[in-house]
């Protein structure tokens, strides 16, 4: 089945540091791709997506690329802040599991003045 | 345009009691979709309704269950609680079932401890 990893972390970063989360998954076809964002005591909030390949989704700075050819959609910022400090999801909504979201664990981030 | 609400927002259960959790959709969204969210166990589907029947079902046993009204507001319900059943229960509505480009829109959760 339609599958999501991603670095589980926790990860520290100081201020205005380079961001990379990687994540890589298994679906056959062509699925979305999506990374949420989780802040502490909040649900999920949807950061960015892409919908097929060599798509670039971006927001807020943050930005994923979804390449087939490696199965990945690694989330990128070039310089982080503290308000940057949540968890991250990477997920996938696929031609064969359309009616739900397939998540990774999630990766926690802490920016550090 | 409202988001997702969830309602109640904390809930303290015992141990064998049951509990009804609600969540009204984004206007003019038509799907939701329950998850229940541990440290543990990360993310997990619970199930998806689209236009009153449920989609689809995780792996979770029959004391979990859910109804979706004409309205598009769903509730969920869990019987008989065990102390495992402790979570944070995401809400998440999409406008439509079946469309993978279609990204979900997630409620602030309701926390259930089972005590």
């Known amino acids: 089945g339609d599958s999501v990893t991603q670095m589980e972390g926790p990860v520290t970063l100081s201020e205005e540091a380079f961001l990379t989360i990687n994540c890589t998954y298994t679906?056959?076809?062509?699925?979305?791709l999506f990374w949420y964002v989780q802040y502490p005591g909040e649900g999920l909030q949807l950061l960015l997506k892409a919908t097929k390949a060599d798509d670039k989704g971006s927001n807020k700075g943050f930005e994923a690329t979804y390449r087939k050819e490696t199965t990945s959609f690694h989330l990128e910022k070039g310089s982080v802040q503290v308000s940057d400090s949540a968890v991250y999801f990477c997920?996938?909504?696929?031609?064969?599991?359309?009616?739900?979201?397939?998540f990774g664990p999630g990766t926690s981030l802490s920016v550090i003045p | 345009k409202a988001g997702v609400t969830q309602t109640p927002r904390y809930l303290i259960k015992t141990r064998g009691q049951q509990v009804t959790l609600s969540c009204s959709p984004i206007?003019?969204?038509?799907?939701v979709s329950w998850y229940q969210q541990t440290p543990g166990q990360g993310l997990q589907f619970l199930f998806e309704y689209f236009s009153e029947t449920q989609r689809n079902k995780g792996n979770f046993p029959g004391r979990f269950s859910g109804r979706q009204f004409s309205n598009s507001r769903s509730e969920m319900n869990v019987s008989t609680l065990e102390l495992g059943d402790s979570a944070l229960y995401l809400c998440a509505s999409s406008l439509a079932s079946g469309i993978s480009s279609y990204e979900q829109y997630f409620g602030p959760g309701t926390r259930l401890t089972v005590t």
């Open positions: 679906a056959t076809g062509y699925p979305s």
């Open positions: 997920a996938l909504r696929g031609e064969t599991s359309y009616d739900k979201v397939i």
């Open positions: 206007s003019g969204h038509r799907s």
